[in-house]
């Protein structure tokens, strides 16, 4: 399989953009989304996540997009758990750059561990 695609003059990673759209395969890359585009820059360099924030912020996902960007960055931290023993910088950054961007669009990680409720706190 050919290790990167190029999508309007910049090259992203095959195995990113799979994990991204959930596809098996990338048919057509010139219909990949744009806000996937975006966390597969994000994913690729994720240092470079800071000057990302801006594009980040200014996303507009429609309404019936939101659940496929939301699936991404989830696939990308169910992804990196199953992954983080064999690079832990790697797969922690990329757990970071889902996380940090499922925050800024949607308020709240899906994932996040919940603290469990006493009996009596239930009202």
């Not at 309404?63 to 939301?70: I, P």
């Not at 991404?72 to 990196?80: D, F, K």
């Not at 499922?102 to 561990?113: D, G, V, Y």
Request: proline share 4%; hydrophobic share 40%; glycine share 4%.
């Amino acid at each position: 399989m050919n290790n990167s695609i190029e999508i309007n003059g910049e090259k992203f990673c095959t195995e990113d953009l799979l994990l991204l759209t959930g596809e098996e395969e990338i048919k057509e890359p010139e219909k990949v989304k744009s806000y996937i585009l975006l966390v597969a820059r994000a994913l690729g360099k994720p240092l470079r996540l800071p000057w990302l924030l801006k594009d980040i912020f200014n996303l507009c996902i429609q309404e019936e997009d939101q659940r496929e960007m939301r699936l991404c960055l989830i696939r990308v931290q169910v992804q990196a758990e199953l992954m983080m023993n064999q690079d832990i910088q790697r797969y922690q950054q990329r757990r970071y750059v889902a996380q940090v961007i499922e925050i800024l669009l949607f308020n709240e990680l899906l994932l996040a561990p919940r603290e469990p409720v006493e009996e009596g706190e239930i009202e």
